[in-house]
C-alpha cells in the first residue's frame, strides 16, 4: 500500500505494536502490526473502494438506513444511497480527517460534518488513538452543532481471516428479507453470520499464533465472516438501521461517544 494510494500515513508504535493511519481517507487506520504480523485487510486487497479496507469509524450511523430514510422530531429525511438501495455507515468514512494531535504513541483527529443532502445536521467528530504496550485504545465521538440530531457511532475493522473466533452473544437482530435488521430480538443465528448481536463479553481472535482481545462500552456488535479472508468484528452504539429503531438523540451541543480497547494477549 502506497502513501499516494491513501495519502500520507500517520504511525504510532509501542514496542512490537505499531499502527499506521490514513487521516486524509476516512480517518481511518491503514494497518495494525503486531511483532510484524499484519492483522487488517490494507488498501486494494480486495478493492479500493473507502468500504473495503483498514478499520475505519462509522457515524454518524452505523450499518445500513433502510431506503437512506428516516423521521426525527417529526421531519422526514432522505440520505443518498449509496449501498444498493440503502445508506450505509455514514459519512466520516469517506471524508478527509484533521490532525489534530500527534505523538509517537497517540494521534487525535477532528472531521466537521457536512450539512447538506449527504448529512443535514452538520455536527462535529473526534477520535484518539492510543498504544501502550500490546494495547491499541480508540475513542470515537459525534458532537451536535446548532440543531439535534440522531447518533449511531462505531468501528469497522476488517480483520485478516482469523483460525478461530471466541464469542458468546445473548441475542441478536433477526434480519428481514432486505437483511435489515429489525426488532424483536431473538437468539443468535448459525454462522456464517452478517448480524446484529447483543454482546457484553471480550471477543478473541485467534490467528497466526497470536490472539486479539477486543472490549467496548458498546454493547451492539455486528459480525461479518461471510468471506474467506476476513471477519469484521464493528462494536458499535447502536444496531443498523438504528435511526428507525431507536437511535441516541443529541441535544444542540450534545455528545455521543464510545471506546474500543484492542488487546494481544
Given at each position: ?92 468514512y ?12 497517540h ?44 447518533a ?11 483460525e ?6 445473548t441475542?441478536a ?5 432486505d ?20 454482546n ?10 497470536q490472539s ?24 458499535q ?16 451541543g ?12
Amino acid at each position: 500500500m502506497s502513501a499516494a494510494a491513501c495519502g500520507p500515513l500517520i504511525a504510532i508504535a509501542s514496542g512490537p505494536l505499531s499502527v499506521d493511519i490514513a487521516a486524509s481517507a476516512g480517518g481511518r487506520i491503514a494497518q495494525i502490526r503486531q511483532g510484524g504480523a499484519e492483522w487488517l485487510l490494507g488498501y486494494g486487497e480486495q478493492n479500493a473502494a473507502p468500504i473495503a479496507w483498514g478499520s475505519y469509524p462509522m457515524l454518524p450511523w452505523a450499518g445500513r438506513i433502510r431506503h437512506g430514510r428516516f423521521g426525527f422530531q417529526g421531519n422526514p429525511y432522505q440520505l443518498p444511497l449509496d449501498h444498493g438501495e440503502h445508506a450505509i455507515h455514514g459519512v466520516g468514512y469517506k471524508l478527509p480527517w484533521q490532525v489534530v494531535g500527534h505523538s509517537p504513541r497517540h494521534a487525535e483527529l477532528s472531521l466537521q460534518l457536512p450539512c447538506d443532502a449527504r448529512w443535514p445536521f452538520g455536527g462535529s467528530a473526534w477520535q484518539r488513538f492510543e498504544v501502550d504496550g500490546n494495547r491499541l485504545r480508540m475513542e470515537l465521538s459525534v458532537t451536535a452543532g446548532a440543531q439535534a440530531m440522531p447518533a449511531v457511532i462505531g468501528w469497522h475493522p476488517w480483520f485478516r481471516k482469523p483460525e478461530r473466533i471466541e464469542f458468546a452473544p445473548t441475542q441478536a437482530y433477526p434480519r428481514d428479507r432486505d437483511g435489515i435488521a429489525i426488532l424483536p430480538l431473538a437468539p443468535p443465528p448459525p454462522r456464517p453470520w452478517d448480524d446484529c448481536f447483543i454482546n457484553r463479553e471480550p471477543v478473541i481472535l485467534h490467528r497466526g499464533g497470536q490472539s486479539v482481545r477486543l472490549t467496548s462500552d458498546c454493547a451492539h456488535w455486528v459480525v461479518y465472516d461471510e468471506r474467506d479472508d476476513a471477519t469484521c468484528v464493528e462494536p458499535q452504539s447502536g444496531p443498523p438501521d438504528g435511526f428507525n429503531l431507536g437511535p441516541t438523540r443529541l441535544a444542540p451541543g450534545a455528545t455521543c461517544a464510545a471506546w474500543f480497547l484492542m488487546e494481544w494477549l
